[in-house]
């Protein structure tokens, strides 16, 4: 679950940068937007990885 909660934390963290893309057009925000949400695929092919791990160890 720890996991699960970095997750949750990082799209958390990518809100306000989000709303000021979309709303306000700010270009610098919506290139961390990018960069946070290639770190969340990142963080969830590791995750993906972590349980086929485990399902396999079973």
Not at 21 to 29: H, P, R, V
Request: aromatic letters at 6%.
């Amino acid at each position: 679950m720890e996991r699960f909660n970095e997750v949750k934390n990082l799209v958390a963290s990518l809100e306000e940068d989000f709303g000021k893309f979309y709303d306000k057009g700010n270009k610098a925000a919506g290139t961390r937007v990018r960069v946070g949400m290639q770190a969340l695929k990142n963080l969830a092919q590791d995750i993906r990885k972590e349980v086929q791990e485990k399902k396999n160890a079973e």
